[in-house]
């Protein structure tokens, strides 16, 4: 599935959480979980980021709801998508001594 098809089918259905997504388009593979989170009180918000056969599509929605009394469309935040692009980075550790 294409970058602009996995937009537009997402825009418009009613998809609530970030797993609904994952359920809806299983063929994506998923290669970032849990940017840019956003919390408070009742449900978190974050970010996954998946491989289409084009690019990258990045998928904000409910990853967390913390009361038993909700249900992810009483959030009131339908996922949301949009094309990310892949940004290489260096990261250093330990060296193992020898």
């Known amino acids: 599935m294409k970058v602009a098809e996995v937009i537009e089918k997402c825009s418009s259905e ?14 994506l593979k998923l290669v970032a979980s849990d940017l840019n989170v956003e919390r408070d009180r009742w449900v978190e918000i974050s970010t996954n980021v998946y491989e289409c056969e084009d690019g990258f599509v990045g998928v904000s929605g409910v990853s967390q709801v913390y009361s038993e009394m909700m249900s ?15 940004v290489p980075s260096i990261t250093y550790k330990p060296k193992k001594s020898e």
């Open 14 to 27: 009613n998809i609530w959480s970030l797993w609904e997504f994952e359920e809806e388009f299983p063929e």
């Open 72 to 86: 992810n469309s009483d959030c009131d935040c339908p996922c949301s998508a949009c094309e990310y692009e892949a």
